[in-house]
Structures are given as structure tokens and as C-alpha cells.
């Protein structure tokens, strides 16, 4: 058995059942003519030497044989776009806010908050293994398929926004106030749970909502509804009008009314636990409040700086959109 | 500058040539030792482990047909351009001109 031989045994090794038989059958017939080719031109057989160079040329045995698989690309360049976006889709803006939401809610939950963080971080960078693994199997199989997507052909120029006529809203942000509303709306409609505080102080208690809760769901639920509404709506049209601007100031006012019904309340979850530790119950109660109450004047004074920041945008976007007229 | 960056839009611009010379040369019947003879008389070296997976590649996409024959002492796949070769042979050419012309005015 010569080196030809050994080279064409070595690739029909790593070609499929299907292939073998032809692809080795031509590929003997090709080696086999230069060969004799340059066994005339000299007069005499091939050496071991100039054997090698021969087959060398034809690169690796495994190369060789990968260059006859029917798909020679994972993701050729028309999937390519779509695959990119589609990755960035579901790593920056599905598992990323989920690790943080996640994270954010088992530290408050946990009584050891770093160790919740590394928990989640962990299970966020398994989730983005995972999550990268099927997004690029869906799309190798697309491309073995030669799918192709043709949705975006039909795409009209008239659709694209005019520059005057509101402000540009990022994506990031529409996309990042989508994720975080309906992970808190599935929350607040009881579709997702957190880990729950079972014990304080090495008592075991039970935290229940006072009635303020009862008394505000529907209001809380309407404003997270309206603001998903907007964030759709910023997504799908990512220039602002003045009327989206001016309805979004409309849901920062009801909002500050809730917060502030919410704290005119002062009283937000009741601690059951064993009465004989009263005063483990009332300290962990007034945490709980306390913590509850300054969660509440952050986010009241996040709404009014929101709508502040809005008005000014809506401002400095007039004047903007005033030169521009004035120039046109 | 790097230093891979010529050998790779080589590589880029030889690519879609390459498939054109090819369909060119089977318009008469070849089979891969002499086709890439052939070609590389006409002044277009391509390596063997370039042109033999193409003309399968080729075949699959039915721009070629092929048949063993026997020649020499040994069989051999002949092939040559089918009918939907021929037409998109036709096609390629027409567009390679224009690029041609369009190229020979810019630069």
C-alpha cells in the first residue's frame, strides 16, 4: 500500500457512508493521472519524497474530505444578519434583564445577597451557553435547508420616520422598559414567584400583603399596561410625537398619584409569626415597612424626574425640529 | 496593514471566477485531472482540493451532469454543463462582461 493509498483510506475515514465510495473512486482516478503524469515526465516511478509532495498539495486528509460535505458553511452571509440579531435579541435583552431581575430579587430575598448574585451570574452564563447553542442549531438547520427570509424585501422607504417630526427614541430603551414591565406585570399578576423570606431573626414568620395591595391592584396593573402600551408603541415607531410624549407625561402623573397613595397608606406587609417573639416580629415588621416606604419615595421621585427629562426632551426636540424647518 | 488581508480578497474575488471558468471549460467534456490541466494552460491555477469538491458541488446544484466512463485502464467521471448550466452559464457570462466593462471604465 502506497502513500496514495494510505492518503485516499484516510479520507474515505472521514467522509459519509453515502460519499465514500464515489467521491474515493474519482479522487483515485485524479491522484492516480497526476501521478503517472509526473512518473512520464521523469521516467521513472514516484518516490516516497515526491509522493508526499503530491498529496500534500491536496491539503489534509480530513480537510479533504470536508470540502465533498454538501454544507460548507454553518451560517453563509444572506442568514448571517438575521443570526447576529437574533443572538444579540435573545442574550442582551432576554437573558441579561432576566439574570438581573433574577439576581436583583433573590439578593433582596436572600439573607446571603452575594451569594444569590453568584447564583444567578452563574445560571445566566449557563442560560447564555444554552441560549447561543440553540439560536445557532436553528439557524444551521435554516441554512442546510436554504431558507431565506424574505420579509424584510418587502420593506416600503415611505415607511421610514421624518426627523421633524418627534424625537428618536432608542431601541435599547424601549426594548429594556418592555422586558422589565411585563417581567414585573407577570409578577404582579401572580404568573412568576420569588424565593419568600421564611425566617427572621432565626424565627420562622410569613409575610402578607396589608390591604393597600388589595386596594390598588387594578390602578397598579392599568399603569403597567399603559406603560408597556408606550414601550410597543416607542418599538414598533421609534420616533416620539408630541401625543405619545404628552400621554407618557399623562401615565407619569397617575403614577406619582399611585406612589403617593401607596405611602399615604404607611402600612405595607404584616409579619405573622410565633407571638411569644413579639419583638422579632415588630423589628422585622418595621424593616419590611421601612424598606417598602423608601422603595416607594425612590420610585415617586424617578417618575417626576422621568417626566421632567421628558418635557425637556420634548423641548430641545421643538427647537431641533424648528431649524430644521426654518432651514428647509 | 495586515498581512493576510490581500490573500483573503484575493480569495473573495477568485471565488465567484473560479465557478465561471469552470462552466466555461465543461462546455465540452472533461474529467477533473484534465479540466483542471486545462485550465491551468489557459492560465488559471486551481488546487485539487478546490476544483473536485466544486464540480460535485456543481453537479448537486444540476449545472452539471456527469457519467463514469472508462478510459486508460481506469473509469472516470466525465463531466459537462446540463441544460440549466448552459442557461445560467449564459447568465454568469452576460453579468460578467458588464462587471467587466463597468470595471474597465472606473478604474
Known sequence: MDLIDRYLAAVRRHLPRNLQDDVIQELTDNLRSEAEEREQEAGRALNADEQ?????????????????????QLIGPALFPYYRQTLILVLFWIVLPITLIGGALSAIYSDNPGQAWAQALGAAWNGAIYATGIVTLVFAVLERERVRFTALDKWDPSWLPTAATGRPVPRGESVA???????FLLW?????????????????VRFVAAAIWTTMYYPILISLLASIAIYLVDLVRPWRSITVS????????????????VLRAGHFVEVIGDPTHAD???RAASFIN???????????????LDMLYEVWLMTHTSKSARVISSLA | MDPNLFDSLRLELRRGSLTLAVLAQLRSEHYGYTLRKALAGLG???????LYPLLRRLETQDLLTSEWREEGGRKKRFYKLSPDGKQIFKQLL????GINQSLDRIV
Not at chain 1, 188 to 204: A, D, F, N, R
Open chain 1, 52 to 72: 508526499s509532495a503530491l498529496l500534500k498539495k491536496h491539503g489534509h486528509p480530513w480537510l479533504m474530505a470536508s470540502r465533498y460535505l454538501p454544507q460548507q
Open chain 1, 177 to 183: 422598559g418592555l422586558a422589565f414591565g411585563l417581567t
Open chain 1, 188 to 204: 404582579w399578576l401572580g404568573l412568576i414567584h420569588v424565593p419568600q423570606i421564611t425566617s427572621w431573626g432565626g424565627q420562622p
Open chain 1, 246 to 261: 404628552l400621554i407618557d407625561l399623562a401615565i407619569g402623573v397617575y403614577n406619582v398619584v399611585i406612589v403617593a397613595m
Open chain 1, 280 to 282: 422579632v416580629l415588630t
Open chain 1, 290 to 304: 421601612a424598606s417598602v416606604e423608601w422603595t416607594f419615595i425612590v420610585l415617586g421621585a424617578v417618575f417626576i
Open chain 2, 44 to 50: 488559471l491555477d486551481i488546487d485539487e482540493g478546490t
Open chain 2, 94 to 97: 452576460a453579468e460578467w462582461n
